[in-house]
């Protein structure tokens, strides 16, 4: 007796369903089904300013833009293949503990690190969290920009800008100190303000300890305990209303 067996489902390509994931696969605007409007992907423009182990400022812009045009003009399957292609996976050298006792029930096997050819024959690592700097973020980039151009004349333009913002911080900082030593003098009338930002100093703190004894009198106390006897409302009401702490009312009605 021959089995009856139901037909895949398939969108055909002129659907809805079709159209939107073509978009999305080629990296343009699209509309879901919700109307909500998804904008077209863009190369990413900003420049890697940390100096961690990875390399990624090595990565030319016009690289980058090649990567960015090569891979949007392939289909879906061709892009997964050469995403899986650009993953490392690595043996885990020392182990944290966790809450098993075999090494082998843990959910992580391995560790897996990114690469990506940098259009010299060399493949270069990624991370997609740069670490926290406390060095100024315009100078990283402006060594960035001059570690990556691609000519001497954009090279030289970039030292030019990163020796101006050099000068005009060094010019900030002489003008800071200058106000500094002037707010010491009497009379002046600059006052400097000390902030950091990185939480780095010990600052001083002040604590402010509430004083509830102040706030009642034992004429509230003994209207709250009366107001308890009878049942007006419940303690906590009663609290809130003559300001006397709820400890205090229980220990004065136990008394009583």
């Given at each position: 007796?021959?089995?009856?067996?139901?037909?895949?489902?398939?969108?055909?390509s002129?659907?809805?369903?079709?159209?939107?994931?073509?978009?999305?696969?080629?990296?343009?605007?699209?509309?879901?089904?919700s109307?909500?409007?998804?904008?077209?992907?863009?190369?990413?423009?900003?420049?890697?300013?940390?100096?961690?182990?990875?390399?990624?400022?090595?990565?030319s812009?016009?690289?980058?833009?090649?990567?960015?045009?090569?891979?949007?003009?392939?289909?879906?399957?061709?892009?997964?293949?050469?995403?899986?292609g650009?993953?490392?996976?690595?043996?885990?050298?020392?182990?944290?503990?966790g809450?098993?006792?075999d090494?082998?029930?843990?959910?992580?096997?391995?560790?897996?690190?990114?690469?990506?050819?940098?259009g010299?024959g060399?493949?270069?690592?990624?991370?997609?969290?740069?670490?926290?700097?406390?060095?100024?973020?315009?100078c990283?980039?402006?060594?960035?920009?001059?570690?990556s151009?691609?000519?001497?004349?954009?090279?030289?333009?970039?030292?030019?800008?990163?020796?101006l913002?050099?000068?005009?911080?060094?010019?900030?900082?002489?003008?800071?100190?200058?106000?500094?030593?002037?707010?010491q003098?009497?009379?002046?009338?600059?006052?400097?303000?000390?902030i950091?930002?990185?939480?780095?100093?010990?600052?001083?703190?002040?604590?402010?300890r509430?004083?509830?004894?102040?706030?009642w009198?034992?004429?509230?106390?003994?209207?709250?305990?009366?107001?308890?006897?009878?049942?007006?409302?419940?303690v906590?009401?009663?609290?809130?209303?003559?300001?006397?702490?709820?400890?205090?009312?229980?220990?004065?009605?136990?008394?009583?």
């Open positions: 007796m021959e089995q009856q067996v139901a037909k895949k489902r398939k969108c055909s002129g659907s809805f369903m079709a159209k939107q994931r073509k978009f999305r696969i080629a990296g343009e605007a699209y509309q879901t089904s109307k909500k409007n998804k904008p077209a992907k863009r190369p990413h423009q900003a420049l890697a300013s940390c100096k961690c182990k990875y390399k990624c400022n090595e990565l812009e016009q690289h980058k833009l090649d990567l960015f045009t090569k891979f949007y003009s392939c289909d879906e399957r061709t892009q997964k293949t050469y995403l899986m650009l993953f490392d996976l690595i043996n885990i050298q020392r182990r944290r503990h809450f098993y006792n090494p082998s029930e843990s959910r992580r096997q391995a560790s897996v690190t990114y690469h990506v050819p940098n010299k060399e493949n270069i690592q990624l991370s997609f969290k740069p670490p926290r700097s406390d060095t100024c973020r315009v990283d980039e402006l060594q960035c920009k001059i570690k151009s691609s000519s001497a004349t954009e090279s030289t333009a970039n030292k030019g800008l990163l020796e913002h050099q000068r005009k911080a060094e010019k900030a900082m002489e003008t800071l100190k200058q106000n500094a030593a002037t707010s003098l009497p009379g002046s009338n600059i006052s400097t303000i000390c950091d930002l990185q939480q780095i100093n010990t600052m001083p703190r002040s604590y402010i509430k004083n509830l004894r102040g706030q009198s034992e004429e509230d106390l003994q209207n709250a305990v009366r107001d308890i006897i009878a049942g007006t409302g419940s906590r009401e009663i609290s809130r209303i003559y300001k006397v702490p709820v400890r205090t009312l229980m220990r004065r009605n136990q008394e009583i």
